[in-house]
């Protein structure tokens, strides 16, 4: 995908936060985007704003990631629409973050269910158009995929998880054209885990800068494939 000028990109949990600078980096090459997000109205807003900023083609989907179906009639709108899906970046994501002793079955299920099961269904519904188009599947894990930390149980173990199923799956589909990566960020600028982003996250990643990583990888020659990107700050915040 040297050329990104019309391909088409569906972009998971894309109405804010690192989904939102996905899409607004994919716009910038001139790609055609499809956003997905669990309330209608919000998603086709932002769709909207979008479409209207970038003078570009932006569809807003309702589809829950946990629910399989809903990804599917979404993927289905995407290739009725524009014939094809070149790229799913798959974002969305959820963080309960609490001692074992205090997280409940709730919090559990709904962290795996979302980070992991919904990337497995988001991948499910799409696959059939990226094999078809020979396109890339990224999923956003996060440095948690690698480093455990105290009350991170549930969102370790998705993340772990999601790293495993990226990779593998990586195996799985190279040979039959597909890319797949995944990135991994440590602190992003984002309304995660109930933060509002302001100037004192100036020193964070920002939701760009994994846009920026997102078409890097989309633009790499066919014979190179970064199967797991790492990056964090540069300078982490002075204690």
Do not use: C
Not at 108 to 121: A, H, Q
Not at 167 to 188: E, F, H, Y
């Amino acid at each position: 995908m040297n050329k990104l000028e019309n391909k088409v990109g569906v972009i998971t949990g894309g109405t804010k936060g690192i989904g939102l600078g996905v899409a607004k980096a994919m716009l910038e090459k001139d790609m055609k985007i499809a956003i997905t997000g669990r309330n209608l109205q919000s998603t086709q807003e932002v769709a909207a704003e979008l479409s209207e900023k970038y003078n570009a083609d932006v569809i807003g989907l309702e589809a829950d990631v946990r629910d399989y179906a809903a990804m599917q009639k979404a993927s289905n709108s995407v290739t009725a629409k524009w014939g094809s899906i070149d790229a799913l970046i798959a974002n969305a994501g959820v963080g309960h973050f609490a001692s074992i002793d205090e997280m409940s079955h709730q919090q559990w299920n709904d962290v795996i269910d979302v980070n992991l099961t919904g990337v497995f269904n988001s991948v499910k519904a799409t696959l059939d158009a990226v094999k078809k188009s020979e396109g890339y599947i990224i999923s956003i894990a996060s440095l948690a995929g690698t480093n455990f930390f105290a009350g991170g149980a549930a969102y370790n173990a998705s993340k772990f998880g999601l790293v495993g199923f990226t990779q593998a799956i990586m195996l799985d589909l190279r040979k039959q054209g597909v890319k797949v990566s995944t990135i991994m960020p440590g602190s992003v600028a984002t309304y995660f885990n109930d933060n509002t982003p302001s100037e004192e996250d100036a020193w964070k990643i920002q939701p760009e800068d994994i846009g920026d990583i997102v078409v890097n990888l989309l633009k790499m020659p066919a014979r190179t494939l970064p199967s797991k990107v790492e990056v964090r700050p540069s300078f982490p915040k002075s204690k």
